[in-house]
């Protein structure tokens, strides 16, 4: 899994039908500083998340369709949670209190 | 998912047995930013509206033929929508 914050949505009408009423977040990939890596992921959300929270991504594709309830999908990339702490090396790098 | 960038066609009339209808589209990837990353690639045009110029988001790898018809068609990028709008979020704190 990989930590990213909500920096973005992308709205889009014309898609594959499996996007049809899902938000998709663009968010920024954090590195173990929780800055960003300069990496991005288009999401499809599943938790309602806001702008600007630290978020926990899978990317993996099984994963992302079974968490959807689809054995089918164009999906790889889902946020599956909210992050109210991560702490590295020691050091708390991200603290949403 | 990533964002593209339109900018070209691909056309071939000898194919992969499963590729028959499939529409190919030169695509650039993009960051969030919407500025070139990475080299162009090849996608299957998985929504059928697709055309040069329009910004995108595609899937990648197995994920790639999940958004076509056939979730078995040998490709590797796919396009799964049209982008109308990436809406930034503004005034995030840090």
Same mark, same amino acid.
């Given at each position: 899994?990989?930590?990213?914050?909500?920096?973005?949505?992308?709205?889009?009408?014309?898609?594959?039908?499996?996007?049809?009423?899902?938000?998709?977040?663009?968010?920024?990939?954090?590195?173990?500083?929780?800055?960003?890596?300069?990496?991005?992921?288009?999401?499809?959300? %599943?938790?309602? %998340?806001?702008?600007?929270?630290?978020?926990?991504?899978?990317?993996?594709?099984? &994963?992302?369709?079974?968490?959807?309830?689809?054995?089918?999908?164009?999906?790889? &990339?889902?946020?599956?949670?909210?992050?109210?702490?991560? &702490?590295?090396?020691?050091?708390?790098?991200?603290?949403?209190? | 998912?990533?964002?593209?960038?339109?900018?070209?066609?691909?056309?071939?009339?000898?194919?992969? !047995?499963?590729? !028959?209808?499939?529409?190919?589209?030169?695509?650039?990837?993009?960051?969030?930013?919407?500025?070139?990353?990475?080299?162009?690639?090849?996608?299957?045009?998985?929504?059928?509206?697709?055309?040069?110029? !329009?910004?995108?988001?595609?899937? *990648?790898?197995?994920?790639? *033929?999940?958004?076509?018809?056939?979730?078995?068609?040998?490709?590797?990028?796919?396009?799964?929508?049209?982008?109308?709008?990436? !809406?930034?979020?503004?005034?995030?704190?840090?």
């Amino acid at each position: 899994m990989k930590v990213g914050r909500v920096v973005g949505t992308v709205v889009s009408t014309i898609n594959a039908p499996v996007f049809d009423g899902r938000r998709l977040l663009v968010c920024d990939l954090l590195d173990a500083a929780g800055q960003p890596d300069g990496t991005y992921l288009i999401c499809v959300d %599943t938790v309602g %998340t806001g702008a600007g929270e630290t978020v926990l991504i899978i990317d993996e594709g099984n &994963s992302a369709r079974q968490v959807l309830g689809m054995t089918t999908a164009p999906v790889r &990339s889902i946020v599956v949670g909210v992050v109210d702490q991560m &702490s590295a090396d020691g050091a708390l790098v991200v603290d949403e209190g | 998912m990533q964002l593209a960038r339109v900018i070209g066609t691909v056309v071939a009339t000898v194919k992969a !047995e499963g590729l !028959e209808g499939v529409k190919f589209l030169i695509i650039q990837p993009l960051d969030r930013h919407k500025q070139p990353q990475g080299d162009p690639v090849v996608a299957a045009d998985a929504v059928h509206m697709a055309g040069p110029g !329009e910004l995108v988001y595609f899937v *990648s790898a197995r994920e790639a *033929s999940q958004a076509l018809p056939n979730i078995f068609t040998p490709v590797d990028h796919a396009i799964a929508g049209i982008v109308d709008a990436v !809406e930034e979020t503004r005034g995030v704190p840090r």
